[in-house]
């Protein structure tokens, strides 16, 4: 059974920093595409960042010099660090494992399998 849990986030003002963590078991999240979505009230779920099986990375335009996506092979762990936030970053925060054959895509629909979300809120 795969089973990926978030944590991290929380309340902080516009400038401050956070970072998310997201657990996985049931699957070696080195063996995958993996990646970070968020979703605020009344939009869709947007992609933030993924991270392939060779560590390269990929991420959104509103994401790109604020946050770096990572992961602890180790630790079976993928990590979000965002740094500058930004009201507009206020969104539950989502990971996901990545379908086979598909390669860091922004398409929720290439994803197979997502955690329970963690809030992120950004105070101004």
């Known amino acids: 059974q795969v089973q990926l849990v978030e944590s991290g986030g929380g309340v902080v003002q516009a400038g401050g920093s956070l970072r998310l963590s997201c657990g996985a078991s049931g699957r070696t999240i080195s063996n995958y595409i993996m990646a970070w979505f968020r979703q605020a009230p009344g939009k869709e779920r947007e992609f933030v960042a993924g991270?392939?099986?060779?560590?390269?990375?990929n991420s959104a335009d509103s994401a790109k010099g604020r946050f770096t996506i990572s992961r602890d092979n180790a630790l079976n762990t993928l990590y979000l660090q965002m740094n500058n936030l930004k009201p507009e970053d206020t969104a539950v925060y989502y990971c996901?494992?990545?379908?086979?054959?598909?390669?860091?895509?922004?398409?929720?629909?290439?994803?197979?399998?997502w955690g329970q979300g963690t809030q992120v809120t950004v105070s101004s």
């Open positions: 991270i392939n099986r060779g560590s390269g990375t």
């Open positions: 996901a494992i990545g379908s086979s054959g598909y390669g860091i895509t922004y398409d929720v629909g290439n994803y197979d399998y």
